[in-house]
């Protein structure tokens, strides 16, 4: 009887340990609450990783499996410093123990805006941590213990030091000492802190031959193009010291190929050009095998009834960068909605030539607006830009460009409506694709205005003396669904 009850108290344990989360909401919102899971908080300098959820009131369908779900779980990196945030999991749930579908994400760090889900996250996580009467207490006991070993260390050092005699000077040697006694007495005095540099120095025993020694013979300097490296006749074990100190043999050689991309950026060109971004840094490996990239030759798609997509952008103050990239904007309260799902406009920004090509045909520029929703899914609405009339949103933006690359502009007065930017027409273009620049995350829904909006010559000419190529090459469609409003 005794043996069944130990064996049931053992059976228990793997569920005691795999224990379900501990869920505190840090917000309720009309239609979703936000909860955040604190023993999943794990911290690393000012990246914090945690576990959060949002729990809806209604139902919403996931278009990828087609089944219900109310509970979104998110694993995401936070950045305290920077202050953007980084996906790496998203779990949907029909209720709190039945999953409809899991997704692994290769992360894209985005810049998390004010009133967001992320933010209200990031500031219950970046807060520093209390510790508790119990941690202080052990913390104080384990420096206390620490602080005796040292002194205890400390004191046999000096008592072992006082029982073994001083070294004999040379001077006393003669006092019934003999000059090898003394030597040996040397030997067992406590040796210097200094480097011991006498061998080197010391002159051979054997005496040289009569005639002169040859003049050293000069090694020639190596050229300034090659890599100088400092190899050793036994590369695997360190080197020792000997009594003839000959110094290091230089010799060139040639860079290793593994780390020929090692600090490079990427870009659009050159060695940090689009083929070599999934060398650059492993996070970018979907740049070079993912099957669901982007940008597209946007052609062959069915013409249905698409959903309109309903936009929420309100006239507001700007902030503008040059990033080294592109022109890049960012604005107050604005989001679109679609298939019942709210996406908060993160940033916008500007590229030449249009990336994606409609029918085979490129636009001098296109302009980007990405947007993001509180389960992570993002969402970029793309308005191909044709040369014409001069754009007054875009020269407002070009008015209040930054002198320098980095440096971020808020002006205060001028108010920009980003409804004035898009077409007349709602129609649209759409498929599943990925972002056009490093780390090239897939999974995200593209939405590309059919009807192109006017820009002057004048305006493309501004853009082109900053980036005249900022544009991804066209990737492969690879069999994918795209839909066209009609």
């Given at each position: 009887m005794r043996l069944l009850t130990i064996a049931a108290l053992l059976a228990t344990l793997p569920l005691a340990a795999a224990a379900a989360p501990t869920w505190q909401t840090i917000s309720s919102e009309p239609g979703k609450r936000i909860e955040l899971d604190r023993t999943s908080i794990k911290r690393d300098g000012n990246t914090v990783q945690a576990q959060g959820r949002i729990v809806l009131e209604k139902e919403l369908i996931d278009t990828r499996s087609g089944g219900g779900y109310r509970v979104i779980e998110a694993i995401t990196r936070y950045d305290c410093g920077s202050r953007s945030a980084n996906t790496i999991k998203r779990i949907f749930k029909k209720n709190e123990t039945e999953v409809v579908r899991e997704e692994d994400l290769k992360g894209s760090e985005l810049p998390v805006r004010s009133g967001t889900l992320d933010d209200k996250v990031l500031r219950e996580v970046c807060r520093p941590p209390k510790e508790s009467q119990a941690e202080i207490a052990q913390k104080a006991n384990e420096a206390a213990s620490q602080?005796?070993?040292?002194?205890?260390?400390?004191?046999?050092?000096?008592?072992?030091?006082?029982?073994?005699?001083?070294?004999?000077?040379?001077?006393?040697?003669?006092?019934?000492?003999?000059?090898?006694?003394?030597?040996?007495?040397?030997?067992?005095?406590?040796?210097?802190i200094r480097p011991n540099i006498k061998p080197a120095l010391e002159i051979p025993k054997t005496p040289p031959p009569p005639p002169p020694a040859p003049p050293p013979q000069k090694v020639a300097a190596p050229a300034k193009s090659a890599t100088?490296?400092?190899?050793?006749?036994?590369?695997?074990?360190?080197?020792?010291?000997?009594?003839?100190?000959?110094?290091?043999?230089?010799?060139?050689?040639?860079?290793?190929?593994?780390?020929?991309?090692?600090?490079?950026?990427?870009?659009?060109?050159?060695?940090?050009?689009?083929?070599?971004?999934?060398?650059?840094?492993?996070?970018?490996?979907?740049?070079?095998?993912?099957?669901?990239?982007?940008?597209?030759?946007?052609?062959?798609?069915?013409?249905?009834?698409?959903?309109?997509?309903?936009?929420?952008?309100?006239?507001?103050?700007?902030?503008?960068?040059?990033?080294?990239?592109?022109?890049?904007?960012?604005?107050?309260?604005s989001s679109i909605s679609l298939t019942g799902k709210n996406y908060e406009l993160?940033?916008?920004?500007?590229?030449?030539?249009?990336?994606?090509?409609?029918?085979?045909?490129?636009?001098?520029?296109?302009?980007?607006?990405?947007?993001?929703?509180?389960?992570?899914?993002?969402?970029?609405?793309?308005?191909?830009?044709?040369?014409?009339?001069?754009?007054?949103?875009?020269?407002?933006?070009?008015?209040?460009?930054?002198?320098?690359?980095?440096?971020?502009?808020?002006?205060?007065?001028?108010?920009?409506?980003?409804?004035?930017?898009?077409?007349a027409s709602p129609n649209y273009y759409t498929y599943m694709g990925s972002l056009t620049t490093p780390p090239c995350t897939e999974g995200v829904l593209w939405l590309i205005m059919k009807q192109p909006v006017q820009v002057s010559q004048e305006q493309i000419n501004i853009f082109s003396r900053l980036y005249k190529n900022n544009a991804r090459p066209i990737q492969p469609t690879a069999g994918r669904l795209i839909k066209e409003g009609r």
């Open positions: 602080l005796k070993q040292a002194n205890e260390a400390l004191l046999k050092a000096e008592m072992a030091k006082a029982e073994k005699p001083g070294p004999v000077k040379t001077a006393d040697a003669g006092h019934g000492a003999t000059p090898a006694a003394a030597k040996e007495e040397e030997k067992s005095a406590i040796p210097s100088v490296v400092v190899r050793h006749s036994t590369p695997a074990a360190k080197p020792k010291q000997t009594a003839k100190s000959e110094g290091y043999m230089l010799e060139l050689a040639h860079t290793d190929p593994a780390k020929q991309h090692a600090g490079i950026h990427w870009d659009y060109e050159g060695v940090g050009g689009p083929e070599n971004w999934s060398k650059i840094d492993p996070k970018n490996t979907s740049c070079a095998i993912g099957q669901r990239q982007s940008p597209i030759d946007i052609k062959e798609g069915i013409k249905v009834d698409v959903e309109p997509i309903k936009f929420n952008y309100r006239p507001s103050t700007f902030r503008i960068v040059d990033t080294g990239k592109t022109v890049q904007v960012a604005i107050g309260e993160v940033e916008f920004h500007f590229h030449r030539p249009s990336e994606e090509k409609v029918n085979g045909q490129r636009f001098e520029m296109v302009v980007h607006l990405t947007h993001k929703s509180d389960d992570g899914q993002l969402a970029v609405v793309a308005v191909l830009l044709e040369r014409g009339n001069e754009n007054p949103l875009i020269q407002t933006l070009w008015n209040n460009m930054p002198l320098e690359k980095n440096l971020e502009v808020s002006p205060p007065t001028p108010i920009i409506d980003l409804m004035t930017l898009l077409p």
